[in-house]
């Protein structure tokens, strides 16, 4: 497990009526230099409290007098900044759960293995110390979201632009759950920025300087999602010619972002509950488990619960991803937002394909402000990249045909057909042809290897290639640009001799 910083003389209160583990947990934690409180009982705690302050609390979930919770309780009434780690009976994962939802950083399963122990309590310390000494920021949602400080957590929120009440509340959600290592779920339709709302809570965590690892559980092969996951060891099954790192490792010390979660198999969602339960894993072919120290982030566009109901969707693992939920919401509900994103987005397009930002037309933004945009942020920027492609001058107007963008808007009437440029109909589709996973990547291979014939017809000449595109010059350097195209002529092409 990775070296934690040690932050010494760090205050320590641990409550357990046993005496036996009290006095381990406390050996252990003076041995890592912290300086140590002990408690029995509920009431001997709250003493403790009244007294004094702690940098962080260890207590067992059921007490004599009382619960782990009512620790909690008190901290969050007396709005203390004490992280509190709750101990829970083995395979206790309701109690797990209500202690995280309650307020607690973290949890350990009974019996305590004392190197995650020793990890678990230095995570809390670290997060504590460094939400104490991060400088005072502005409301979220109040600052430009093109000017950026510099700061990893604060450039995570601009990347989330708007600064309407819907998006200003997401901002200062995430800061909140970003200091528990609590699990988290976030929701919201296609293309409302859910892995960015994820990132975000990743770099205001603790855990910020830690790894990031991003998985798109629906791009995986149902037969390669155990390896993929857990890691598998030479030899483990044909072709394994060497130790595979699993996203569990390779996110040990920072954040697992698991999207489309509601797209796994039931075998594969029974393994994952148990890696996330025990904090655990086995790679295939291994004969030991490796601990890992990973703090889970989900998303989903499906209705879990909806999803749980029809037996899809374990419960268990259900109400394990759902301690805390961040709901994103569509553009539909934040249309002030739309001037904000047209901006940043087409900023970011030019940044792209290397050239100046260009500014839309108030005729071209109240089109835009009038689309159902049903796919959100991520139709916006198709939106706005189709009216970079098709743009002559130093105004973009939008392409005319931009309003028809939804699936059932692309269902012509008669009279549209009789008017419209016939386009050939691409060759029925034939049992076992594969549905490209990723659409847009697929559209881009296809526009690509027509302008890489195009070009080569013309001797890279994008001129001429343009003109038999039908597109101009600059609609043919953006594309260029866009889709990476290398051409061995970098000046303005002469005319074709």
């Not at 305590?112 to 939400?131: E, I, M, P, Y």
């Not at 499906?302 to 749980?308: F, G, I, N, Q, T």
């Not at 109400?319 to 539909?332: A, C, F, G, K, Q």
Request: proline share 6%.
């Amino acid at each position: 497990m990775a070296n934690l910083p040690v932050l010494s003389d760090s205050r320590v209160l641990v409550i357990d009526d046993e005496p036996d583990l009290r006095t381990l947990y406390e050996l252990t934690l003076l041995r890592e230099g912290y300086r140590v409180e002990t408690a029995g009982t509920v009431h001997e705690a709250q003493e403790h409290l009244s007294q004094q302050r702690f940098d962080a609390i260890i207590t067992d979930m059921r007490l004599p007098d009382g619960m782990g919770t009512d620790i909690l309780a008190r901290l969050r009434a007396d709005q203390r900044h004490e992280r509190c780690i709750v101990i829970t009976a083995y395979g206790s994962a309701e109690n797990a759960v209500e202690s995280l939802k309650a307020g607690a950083f973290d949890y350990l399963s009974k019996p305590v293995d004392l190197k995650q122990f020793r990890a678990v309590v230095a995570n809390a310390l670290l997060s504590n110390s460094s939400t104490s000494t991060r400088p005072a920021r502005t409301t979220p949602g109040t600052t430009a979201p093109s000017t950026p400080t510099g700061n990893a957590a604060d450039q995570s929120l601009a990347k989330l632009v708007g600064a309407s009440v819907p998006m200003s509340q997401v901002k200062e959600r995430i800061v909140k759950v970003a200091r528990s290592m609590a699990p988290v779920l976030v929701r919201g339709e296609s293309g409302t920025g859910k892995e960015l709302v994820a990132a975000a809570v990743h770099a205001n965590s603790h855990r910020a300087q830690g790894p990031w690892v991003p998985v798109n559980c629906s791009a995986i092969p149902e037969n390669l999602l155990e390896a993929e996951f857990f890691g598998a060891r030479k030899g483990a099954y044909t072709g394994a010619n060497q130790d595979r790192v699993g996203f569990f490792q390779a996110a040990h010390g920072g954040t697992l972002f698991l999207d489309e979660i509601g797209d796994l198999p039931l075998a594969m969602q029974s393994k994952l509950l148990r890696a996330i339960q025990e904090r655990s894993v086995r790679p295939l072919g291994a004969h030991q488990e490796e601990l890992v120290d990973v703090r889970i982030v989900s998303a989903t566009h499906k209705d879990l619960a909806a999803e749980v109901h029809a037996g899809r969707f374990r419960q268990d693992l259900y109400y394990r991803l759902n301690v805390i939920d961040l709901y994103i919401p569509p553009l539909r509900e934040r249309s002030e937002d739309l001037p904000s994103l047209c901006t940043a987005l087409l900023a970011r397009i030019a940044a792209e394909s290397g050239t100046t930002p260009l500014a839309l037309s108030p005729s071209a933004l109240s089109q835009i402000c009038a689309l159902p945009l049903q796919g959100n942020v991520r139709e916006l920027e198709n939106v706005l990249h189709r009216a970079v492609a098709l743009s002559d001058g130093d105004v973009l107007e939008l392409d005319t045909h931009a309003a028809n963008t939804q699936p059932g808007a692309l269902l012509s009437t008669p009279e549209s057909v009789a008017t419209s440029t016939v386009v050939p109909l691409p060759p029925a589709r034939r049992q076992g042809d594969l549905i490209p996973s990723d659409l847009q990547a697929y559209l881009d291979a296809i526009e690509r290897d027509m302008l890489v014939r195009a070009l080569d017809d013309a001797r890279f000449n994008r001129t001429l290639a343009a003109q038999r595109l039908g597109l101009s010059l600059r609609q043919m350097r953006y594309r260029i640009a866009r889709l990476n195209i290398d051409s061995p002529q970098t000046a303005d092409d002469a005319p074709h001799n």
